[in-house]
């Protein structure tokens, strides 16, 4: 038996809506979708308003007919910020019912609505609980998977991630690094919901396994070769008319079903590869940059380090010069002091001299005193026997 699956089926659009910014088509998410819609917001759902969460959903899942690949989603968003700012409560609640009304995996579990919408609230407020309920399920999963292989990968990028922040490298090459570590956890975190948490369609892996053993089992029933058995004609029973066109159409939808929903998991899976391959691509650019960073610092420290020993060698030089002057000047300043004490010795002599001259001539002025004082006193002795 031969599987034919339509994987592109997951790339029409669910609805058509007319907006205030034109007709808009609204399609289902994508994994790469959920991993730039939470760098976009940035903090957890329950932290959003739900007009602006679904505002911000809208970008991701709207688009215009312009922008339409053959009437299929294209690969990036259409919308600019400011055309999801001009539409409306009503059609961002209108966006809602759609998107709620294809994905009934928030709401119905096994075939059955866990989460009813309550009266008061509307279907952008219905939708924001939903993931708020799905966030929190998947982050108690996630915290659970202790001593898994994706704690440890996310608990390594970690530890990279501190030991770069603050490092040597340049400011671009350092940014780099920390958006292929914020990507590869986002990735991780992606792959690790997608395979534990519960399947994003309402086709659980489990009923897939049921559906395909059943259809193994019809096709061996059909390769049994029983003899042939002759029944009686029925009599011809007069019957209304039944719609079997209608009843083969319902039949043939819920035996293309499983298979569809296979398709959407299949393309899921295809998206997550391919932001695999993305973040490898650019977590090998990154650690070709950081060697090449790595061998220019180490040329540039091989070339200072040459200048370093060259200079090393000039301080030697200068140093032994300048020991060599020291002691030159030591020598020198020895000669001289014996000079100078030479000549201190001479000028103390000749100092003395001059000290006794002195003390000789202050003798010979005290003595000439004295004879003047005394000539004086004769003169005046002689004067006073003359007036007599």
């Not at 038996?1 to 058509?16: A, I, P």
């Not at 000539?375 to 006073?384: A, G």
Request: hydrophobic share 35%; proline share 3%.
């Amino acid at each position: 038996m031969t599987l034919k699956l339509d994987l592109k089926q997951g790339r029409e659009y669910y609805s058509r809506l007319d907006t205030a910014i034109g007709a808009l088509y609204v399609f289902y998410m994508q994994a790469k979708d959920l991993l730039a819609l939470e760098k976009i917001l940035d903090r957890p759902i329950k932290d959003c308003d739900p007009e602006q969460y679904v505002r911000n959903l809208a970008t991701f899942i709207c688009y215009p007919e312009k922008a339409l690949l053959d009437g299929q989603k294209p690969d990036t968003p259409a919308l600019l910020q400011d055309d999801v700012k001009r539409l409306t409560s009503s059609e961002l609640d209108e966006i809602a019912r759609i998107f709620l009304e294809h994905n009934d995996y928030l709401y119905r579990k096994n075939d059955a609505i866990t989460y009813s919408r309550n009266e008061e609230e509307n279907h952008m407020e219905y939708l924001h609980r939903l993931f708020v309920i799905e966030e929190e399920e998947r982050s108690k999963l996630f915290s659970s998977l202790s001593g898994s292989c994706a704690k440890r990968l996310m608990e390594g990028q970690n530890s990279i991630a501190a030991k770069f922040s603050g490092s040597a490298f340049s400011a671009g090459l350092s940014d780099k690094i920390g958006n292929t570590l914020s990507l590869g956890n986002s990735l991780g975190r992606a792959m690790e919901i997608g395979r534990l948490a519960t399947p994003v369609t309402p086709f659980a892996s489990g009923a897939l396994g049921s559906v395909m053993k059943s259809i193994e089992q019809i096709d061996r029933a059909t390769k049994i070769r029983v003899p042939g058995i002759e029944l009686p004609k029925p009599e011809k029973i007069e019957v209304e008319t039944i719609d079997w066109a209608g009843m083969e159409r319902k039949k043939e939808e819920k035996r293309r079903e499983p298979f569809n929903d296979l398709a959407k998991r299949l393309d899921r899976l295809i998206e997550l590869s391919e932001e695999n391959i993305k973040f490898s691509v650019q977590a090998n650019e990154t650690q070709t940059e950081i060697s090449a960073e790595i061998k220019s610092s180490g040329d540039i420290t091989e070339k200072f380090s040459k200048r370093n020993f060259v200079i090393n060698l000039i301080v030697a030089a200068l140093t032994a010069l300048s020991v060599s002057m020291a002691i030159m000047i030591f020598f020198d300043a020895s000669r001289e002091s014996g000079i100078s004490q030479d000549l201190l010795g001479k000028i103390a002599k000749e100092t003395d001299r001059l000290e006794q001259q002195l003390t000789e001539h202050d003798v010979l002025f005290e003595r000439k005193l004295k004879m003047m004082e005394a000539l004086k006193k004769t003169n005046d002795e002689h004067e006073k026997r003359i007036k007599q």
